[in-house]
């Protein structure tokens, strides 16, 4: 079955569900997956890019995370 038969599908089932904790249910799951799938801004992935290349350019150029958790 393809996405879009899928999806039809589903809508039919919501419009049979009689439950509110049901629809509250799966408003919650929604809302979640949908934070967690949200892209990356472009100056987000631009410093992504940026610390990506100053690692490959400099890999030896790191901190020991003892170190830095003994300075703290």
């Not at 809508?11 to 979640?32: A, G, P, Q």
């Not at 472009?42 to 490959?56: A, G, I, P, V």
């Amino acid at each position: 079955m393809d996405l879009e038969t899928r999806k039809y599908h589903l809508i039919k089932e919501l419009f049979n569900i009689e439950s509110e904790i049901i629809i509250d249910t799966l408003e919650r799951v929604l809302k979640r997956e949908k934070e967690e799938i949200q892209e990356l801004s472009f100056e987000q992935k631009k410093e992504l890019d940026n610390r990506l290349e100053s690692y490959k350019n400099n890999a030896d150029d790191v901190l020991d995370w003892k170190e830095v958790k003994n300075d703290w």
